[in-house]
Protein backbone atom coordinates (compact mmCIF):
# COMPACT_ATOMS: atom_id res chain seq x y z
CA UNK A 1 0.00 0.00 0.00
CA UNK A 2 0.95 3.37 -0.68
CA UNK A 3 1.34 6.07 1.53
CA UNK A 4 2.77 10.18 2.18
CA UNK A 5 3.82 10.85 5.22
CA UNK A 6 4.20 15.11 6.10
CA UNK A 7 5.58 15.24 9.48
CA UNK A 8 5.41 19.19 9.73
CA UNK A 9 1.64 20.02 10.16
CA UNK A 10 2.36 23.74 10.87
CA UNK A 11 5.76 25.95 9.97
CA UNK A 12 5.67 29.84 10.93
CA UNK A 13 8.47 31.44 9.44
CA UNK A 14 9.73 35.19 8.97
CA UNK A 15 10.30 36.99 5.20
CA UNK A 16 12.67 35.82 3.29
CA UNK A 17 13.80 33.31 5.54
CA UNK A 18 14.15 30.05 3.85
CA UNK A 19 12.32 26.76 4.70
CA UNK A 20 12.04 23.35 3.54
CA UNK A 21 8.79 21.22 3.59
CA UNK A 22 9.53 17.67 3.91
CA UNK A 23 7.67 14.72 2.30
CA UNK A 24 8.49 10.97 3.16
CA UNK A 25 6.67 8.43 0.94
CA UNK A 26 5.79 4.67 0.80
CA UNK A 27 5.31 2.53 -2.20
CA UNK A 28 6.17 -1.23 -3.30
CA UNK A 29 6.34 0.18 -7.04
CA UNK A 30 9.50 0.66 -9.02
CA UNK A 31 7.51 3.12 -11.46
CA UNK A 32 5.93 6.06 -9.52
CA UNK A 33 4.96 9.62 -9.69
CA UNK A 34 5.64 12.34 -6.77
CA UNK A 35 3.34 15.83 -6.78
CA UNK A 36 3.66 19.02 -4.79
CA UNK A 37 0.14 21.36 -4.49
CA UNK A 38 -0.31 24.38 -2.72
CA UNK A 39 -3.73 25.40 -1.54
CA UNK A 40 -4.26 28.79 -0.83
CA UNK A 41 -6.68 30.39 1.10
CA UNK A 42 -9.16 30.29 -2.03
CA UNK A 43 -9.19 26.29 -1.88
CA UNK A 44 -8.54 24.73 -5.19
CA UNK A 45 -5.01 22.70 -4.85
CA UNK A 46 -2.64 24.48 -7.44
CA UNK A 47 0.17 21.87 -9.53
CA UNK A 48 3.64 22.55 -8.42
CA UNK A 49 5.35 19.84 -9.48
CA UNK A 50 5.59 16.23 -10.73
CA UNK A 51 8.68 13.95 -10.79
CA UNK A 52 8.34 10.29 -12.08
CA UNK A 53 10.47 7.88 -9.87
CA UNK A 54 13.00 7.27 -12.68
CA UNK A 55 14.28 11.26 -12.50
CA UNK A 56 16.62 11.54 -9.48
CA UNK A 57 17.39 15.09 -10.61
CA UNK A 58 16.90 18.27 -8.67
CA UNK A 59 14.82 20.86 -9.74
CA UNK A 60 14.67 24.50 -9.20
CA UNK A 61 11.85 26.65 -10.41
CA UNK A 62 12.60 30.32 -9.46
CA UNK A 63 12.30 30.41 -5.63
CA UNK A 64 11.19 26.87 -5.65
CA UNK A 65 13.18 24.06 -5.69
CA UNK A 66 12.62 20.02 -5.07
CA UNK A 67 15.28 17.68 -3.89
CA UNK A 68 14.46 13.96 -4.43
CA UNK A 69 16.18 10.88 -3.30
CA UNK A 70 15.20 7.29 -3.32
CA UNK A 71 17.54 6.43 -0.78
CA UNK A 72 15.46 8.16 1.79
CA UNK A 73 12.07 7.82 0.00
CA UNK A 74 12.12 11.46 0.22
CA UNK A 75 10.99 14.54 -2.05
CA UNK A 76 11.64 17.79 -0.06
CA UNK A 77 10.55 20.76 -1.22
CA UNK A 78 12.17 24.33 -0.47
CA UNK A 79 11.36 28.17 -0.50
CA UNK A 80 14.10 30.27 -0.79
CA UNK A 81 13.62 33.60 0.83
CA UNK A 82 9.81 33.05 1.71
CA UNK A 83 7.35 35.64 0.79
CA UNK A 84 3.78 36.30 2.70
CA UNK A 85 1.99 35.25 -0.73
CA UNK A 86 3.62 31.71 -0.09
CA UNK A 87 1.46 30.97 2.82
CA UNK A 88 -0.80 27.96 1.98
CA UNK A 89 -1.09 24.43 2.96
CA UNK A 90 1.05 22.68 0.90
CA UNK A 91 0.68 18.97 -0.18
CA UNK A 92 3.07 15.99 -1.15
CA UNK A 93 1.56 13.35 -3.17
CA UNK A 94 1.99 9.99 -4.31
CA UNK A 95 0.36 7.82 -7.59
CA UNK A 96 1.47 4.57 -8.52
CA UNK A 97 -0.40 3.60 -11.68
CA UNK A 98 -1.86 5.13 -14.93
CA UNK A 99 -5.35 5.59 -13.07
CA UNK A 100 -3.79 8.83 -11.49
CA UNK A 101 -5.11 8.32 -8.29
CA UNK A 102 -3.35 10.16 -5.93
CA UNK A 103 -2.43 9.19 -2.43
CA UNK A 104 -2.35 12.59 -0.05
CA UNK A 105 -0.03 13.02 2.55
CA UNK A 106 -1.36 15.43 5.30
CA UNK A 107 -0.77 19.00 4.53
CA UNK A 108 2.33 21.55 6.11
CA UNK A 109 0.89 24.61 6.56
CA UNK A 110 3.08 27.73 6.18
CA UNK A 111 2.62 30.84 7.52
CA UNK A 112 5.30 33.47 6.47
CA UNK A 113 4.63 36.49 8.20
CA UNK A 114 6.40 40.01 7.22
CA UNK B 1 -11.43 30.60 -19.56
CA UNK B 2 -10.55 26.88 -19.03
CA UNK B 3 -10.87 25.40 -15.65
CA UNK B 4 -13.11 23.66 -13.29
CA UNK B 5 -16.51 25.25 -11.51
CA UNK B 6 -18.02 23.55 -8.35
CA UNK B 7 -20.85 24.36 -6.93
CA UNK B 8 -22.52 25.65 -4.49
CA UNK B 9 -19.57 27.26 -2.55
CA UNK B 10 -21.16 26.82 0.96
CA UNK B 11 -23.87 24.79 1.50
CA UNK B 12 -25.84 24.11 4.85
CA UNK B 13 -27.62 20.86 5.27
CA UNK B 14 -29.98 19.39 7.67
CA UNK B 15 -29.39 15.77 8.88
CA UNK B 16 -31.48 13.07 7.03
CA UNK B 17 -31.46 15.26 4.03
CA UNK B 18 -29.35 14.68 0.75
CA UNK B 19 -27.62 17.31 -1.33
CA UNK B 20 -25.75 17.17 -4.79
CA UNK B 21 -22.42 19.00 -5.28
CA UNK B 22 -21.80 20.20 -8.89
CA UNK B 23 -18.80 20.11 -10.99
CA UNK B 24 -18.45 21.10 -14.40
CA UNK B 25 -15.33 21.11 -16.38
CA UNK B 26 -14.81 23.01 -19.66
CA UNK B 27 -11.30 21.29 -19.74
CA UNK B 28 -12.34 18.34 -22.55
CA UNK B 29 -10.49 15.85 -19.96
CA UNK B 30 -11.57 12.52 -19.86
CA UNK B 31 -11.34 12.01 -15.97
CA UNK B 32 -12.59 12.97 -12.90
CA UNK B 33 -12.33 12.64 -9.45
CA UNK B 34 -13.65 13.99 -6.57
CA UNK B 35 -12.01 14.07 -3.10
CA UNK B 36 -12.62 15.23 0.66
CA UNK B 37 -10.79 17.11 2.53
CA UNK B 38 -11.19 17.45 6.82
CA UNK B 39 -9.37 19.98 8.83
CA UNK B 40 -5.66 19.08 9.19
CA UNK B 41 -5.82 16.13 6.75
CA UNK B 42 -4.91 15.13 3.50
CA UNK B 43 -7.57 14.49 0.80
CA UNK B 44 -9.41 11.23 0.34
CA UNK B 45 -10.39 10.14 -2.69
CA UNK B 46 -14.54 9.46 -2.72
CA UNK B 47 -15.09 8.28 -6.53
CA UNK B 48 -13.34 8.92 -9.80
CA UNK B 49 -14.26 8.56 -13.38
CA UNK B 50 -11.77 7.77 -16.29
CA UNK B 51 -14.44 7.70 -18.55
CA UNK B 52 -18.37 8.70 -19.72
CA UNK B 53 -20.69 6.60 -18.06
CA UNK B 54 -18.35 4.41 -16.08
CA UNK B 55 -17.38 5.47 -12.19
CA UNK B 56 -15.53 3.56 -9.76
CA UNK B 57 -15.42 3.72 -6.23
CA UNK B 58 -12.62 5.55 -4.08
CA UNK B 59 -11.56 4.91 -0.47
CA UNK B 60 -14.16 6.44 1.32
CA UNK B 61 -17.18 6.10 -1.18
CA UNK B 62 -19.91 5.18 1.59
CA UNK B 63 -22.84 7.11 2.10
CA UNK B 64 -21.90 9.14 -1.46
CA UNK B 65 -23.49 8.23 -5.25
CA UNK B 66 -22.03 10.30 -8.53
CA UNK B 67 -23.08 9.48 -11.83
CA UNK B 68 -21.16 10.87 -15.34
CA UNK B 69 -23.50 11.04 -18.38
CA UNK B 70 -21.71 13.93 -19.92
CA UNK B 71 -17.92 14.29 -20.48
CA UNK B 72 -17.87 18.01 -18.35
CA UNK B 73 -20.19 17.35 -15.58
CA UNK B 74 -19.77 14.22 -12.60
CA UNK B 75 -22.26 15.58 -9.60
CA UNK B 76 -21.69 13.91 -6.17
CA UNK B 77 -24.71 13.46 -4.25
CA UNK B 78 -23.62 13.19 -0.52
CA UNK B 79 -26.69 11.04 0.87
CA UNK B 80 -28.07 10.72 4.37
CA UNK B 81 -26.54 7.39 4.90
CA UNK B 82 -23.45 9.51 5.45
CA UNK B 83 -22.46 9.16 8.71
CA UNK B 84 -19.82 12.44 8.61
CA UNK B 85 -20.84 14.92 5.86
CA UNK B 86 -19.70 17.91 7.09
CA UNK B 87 -16.14 18.37 5.13
CA UNK B 88 -14.44 20.58 2.22
CA UNK B 89 -15.26 18.79 -1.21
CA UNK B 90 -12.87 18.98 -3.93
CA UNK B 91 -13.42 18.10 -7.40
CA UNK B 92 -10.32 17.53 -9.86
CA UNK B 93 -10.06 16.34 -13.50
CA UNK B 94 -7.17 15.28 -15.69
CA UNK B 95 -6.39 15.04 -19.37
CA UNK B 96 -6.04 10.88 -19.48
CA UNK B 97 -5.52 8.05 -17.80
CA UNK B 98 -2.34 6.75 -19.36
CA UNK B 99 1.06 9.03 -18.05
CA UNK B 100 -0.05 9.91 -15.03
CA UNK B 101 -0.25 13.68 -15.31
CA UNK B 102 -1.00 16.91 -13.01
CA UNK B 103 -5.24 17.02 -11.58
CA UNK B 104 -6.97 20.37 -11.78
CA UNK B 105 -8.79 21.48 -9.31
CA UNK B 106 -11.98 23.19 -8.73
CA UNK B 107 -12.58 25.94 -5.65
CA UNK B 108 -13.99 23.33 -3.39
CA UNK B 109 -17.73 23.47 -1.33
CA UNK B 110 -17.88 23.40 2.11
CA UNK B 111 -20.81 21.25 3.25
CA UNK B 112 -21.95 21.76 7.26
CA UNK B 113 -24.04 19.50 8.17
CA UNK B 114 -26.90 21.47 11.39
Known amino acids: AQKVTQAQTEISVVEKEDVTLDCVYE???????LFWYKQPPSGELVFLIRRNSFDEQNEISGRYSWNFQKSTSSFNFTITASQVVDSAVYFC???????????FGGGTRLMVKP | DGGITQSPKYLFRKEGQNVTLSCEQN?????MYWYRQDPGQGLRLIYY???????QKGDIAEGYSVSREKKESFPLTVTSAQKNPTAFYLC?????????????FGEGSRLTVL
Open chain 2, 49 to 55: SQIVNDF
Open chain 2, 92 to 104: ASCAGSGETGELF
Open chain 2, 27 to 31: LNHDA
Open chain 1, 93 to 103: ALSENAGNMLT
Open chain 1, 27 to 33: TRDTTYY
